[in-house]
């Protein structure tokens, strides 16, 4: 299987509030400039910290954990990291949520972690709960950068609370890779389903 292609999802910040100027580059602590520098860099660093988290996950209750989650991983990088962005964002011109409708967002995303905990209760439920919890927290994309990675730690450790393990890695699988990006992308309910029924796997839960 061949990787679908999203050369044109790129990030539309018109205010620029979070890059160098005349550059794309997001202003780092480290102030490096250079796109592919910084890439590695930021890569490098925020791979060691998801490291860290696979061997004590941070435990997701709430929104506040999240924000925790982007904090842990991005802390060496960026200055706002755990903090909500600022600025209303788009990729291929698709607008995700405006920061304008953050509360609401935000309730929403506590109902369905709540009902998360309290209703799913089988492999089936657990797998449609997560679609759900993906597809709306991409959707919200609260962070200037980083949600991916944020999201799909965010899904790890709430499937961990299930007994569950779920790596979504698509670096590693291509039909993974697919089914993960067309159905945050597209915000397709279906693909996202299926992308769960194939990686969750039960466990014991002192593996946890």
């Given at each position: 299987?061949?990787?679908?292609?999203?050369?044109?999802?790129?990030?539309?910040?018109?205010?620029?509030q979070?890059?160098?100027?005349?550059?794309?580059?997001?202003?780092n602590?480290?102030?490096?400039?250079?796109?592919?520098?910084?890439?590695?860099?930021?890569?490098?660093?925020v791979?060691?910290?998801?490291?860290?988290?696979?061997?004590?996950?941070i435990?997701?209750?709430?929104?506040?954990?999240?924000?925790?989650?982007?904090?842990?991983?991005?802390?060496?990088?960026?200055?706002?990291?755990?903090?909500?962005?600022?600025?209303n964002?788009?990729?291929?011109?698709?607008?995700?949520?405006?920061?304008q409708?953050?509360?609401?967002?935000?309730?929403?995303?506590?109902?369905?972690?709540?009902?998360?905990?309290?209703?799913?209760?089988?492999?089936?439920?657990?797998?449609?709960?997560?679609?759900?919890?993906?597809?709306?927290?991409?959707?919200?994309?609260?962070?200037?950068?980083?949600?991916?990675?944020?999201?799909?730690?965010?899904?790890?450790?709430?499937a961990?609370?299930?007994?569950?393990s779920?790596?979504?890695?698509?670096?590693?699988?291509?039909?993974?890779?697919?089914?993960y990006?067309?159905?945050?992308?597209?915000?397709?309910?279906?693909?996202l389903?299926?992308?769960?029924?194939?990686?969750l796997?039960?466990?014991?839960?002192f593996?946890?």
């Amino acid at each position: 299987m061949v990787k679908n292609r999203y050369d044109d999802y790129t990030y539309i910040d018109l205010e620029q509030q979070y890059t160098y100027p005349h550059s794309k580059v997001l202003i780092n602590k480290l102030n490096i400039t250079n796109p592919e520098e910084a890439f590695r860099k930021e890569h490098s660093l925020v791979t060691r910290r998801l490291t860290d988290l696979r061997l004590t996950a941070i435990e997701v209750h709430s929104i506040r954990d999240i924000l925790s989650i982007h904090k842990y991983l991005f802390q060496d990088v960026y200055t706002w990291a755990g903090q909500y962005r600022k600025v209303n964002i788009s990729k291929s011109g698709n607008p995700f949520m405006s920061i304008q409708s953050f509360s609401t967002a935000e309730t929403y995303i506590n109902h369905l972690i709540h009902s998360y905990y309290q209703s799913a209760n089988s492999k089936d439920d657990i797998i449609k709960y997560l679609a759900k919890i993906l597809d709306n927290l991409n959707y919200f994309h609260p962070f200037r950068e980083g949600n991916g990675r944020t999201q799909r730690e965010v899904i790890r450790s709430l499937a961990l609370s299930k007994g569950y393990s779920a790596q979504i890695r698509i670096e590693q699988n291509d039909e993974i890779y697919n089914l993960y990006m067309d159905g945050t992308v597209y915000g397709n309910i279906e693909k996202l389903e299926k992308l769960f029924a194939k990686i969750l796997i039960k466990i014991d839960f002192f593996e946890k």
